[in-house]
């Protein structure tokens, strides 16, 4: 008997529901996968911010991710928030003892309100342990400033991030201009074999949390449906701007309201 394909969330627990393991499995199911998590810290937040991030051990983390990757078929993994070096650490091990189809790398550091959301430690031990093992890695603009050192001042300075992500390892780089200014937003798809631009038209909403949760496991569950890499970044593009457009109706919360998860994939 065939068994259903797996997208897994590896990420922290966002209780408000717009970002995290929840955005995740929302998304999953938006695009008719199967998710399933494993929780790596919990958080206190809602749309207003982050007031307190409990780490789950790194053990625990890992004992999550096997027992999932030995019971269900898990084509893909999107990985999100990490909460300590110790837990990157241990899923960049695990990943290489257990290994999956396809890796797909959100590399959360700050929430959408501004709160940091990982020590300076465990954002080296991304850059060095975790984007090698990464099929596509997808950081925003002050995420790849982070990672490369770069400075990302306009549209052009994209595809150079891209090219300098791909030096520390992971096979496609997409970073993502919407912190840019400008009528669209535009991403910048980077592989070893050319550039690719995508453009999509600028949703003015302030309904914007959890966005990056939701291209990074959109991506991850396309690849589950069985698209190719530069495929399944349009598609989740796609997606992610229809749920921006639909989300500027919600009012969840008082501060950054999330997107609306479920628009037809």
Known sequence: MNRTPVMLSIAGSDPSGGAGIQADLKTASALGVYGATVITALTVQNTLGVTGIHAVP??????????????????????????????????????????????????????????????????????????????????????????????????????????????????????KGGHLDGELSTDVLVSASGSTYLDAPRVRTAQTHGTGCTLSSAIASYLVRGEDLPAAVSSAKAYLTRALVAGAALRVGRGNGPVDHRVAG
């Open 58 to 175: 790194a053990g625990f983390v890992v004992d999550q991710y096997v027992s999932i990757v030995e019971d269900l078929d898990v084509r893909a993994v999107k990985i999100g928030m990490l909460g300590s070096a110790e837990v990157v650490e241990a899923v960049a091990a695990v990943l290489q003892s257990h290994p999956v189809p396809a890796v797909v790398l959100d590399p959360v550091m700050v929430a959408t309100s501004g709160d940091r959301l990982v020590p300076e430690d465990a954002v080296a031990a991304i850059r060095e342990l975790l984007l090698p093992l990464a099929t596509v890695v997808t950081p925003n603009v002050p995420e790849a400033e982070v990672l490369t050192g770069l400075r990302i001042g306009a549209q052009d300075d994209l595809e150079a991030a891209g090219r300098a992500l791909l030096g520390l390892g992971p096979a496609w780089a997409l970073v």
